[in-house]
């Protein structure tokens, strides 16, 4: 039996798990967050359910708490993105357009 990967996010965040083939459910609420939660637990054949950690945080502790100690799925934390407010690295940012698009840019 072939178990599935299943990704609970905010739609910000959710693309790039898409991008990478992933099946994701979008939710802007935290009741959206709850009810995706629930009913991915109920899937046999799920295997491993990565959840936004702010997503997470707004579960009730008991149901959290319940899926952490079950075997399967196994539940994985992913840290929200915390960009907001950040200035970017230029550094950082030259680097992956190197790895991009294979040659250095210049940014003014």
Known sequence: MSLRVRVIASPGFAT????????????????EAFDRFVAALAQADLGILLVEQRLLDT???????????????????IP??????????ENFILELLRRTIGYRVRLQ
Do not use: H, I, M, Y
């Open 16 to 31: 790039g798990f898409r991008l990478a083939g992933f099946a994701v459910d979008e939710v802007s609420t935290p009741r």
């Open 80 to 89: 929200s993105p915390a960009w907001a407010g950040q200035k970017a690295d």
């Open 59 to 77: 579960l009730p502790t008991a149901v959290r708490r319940g899926a952490e100690r079950r075997p399967v799925p196994v539940l994985v934390p």
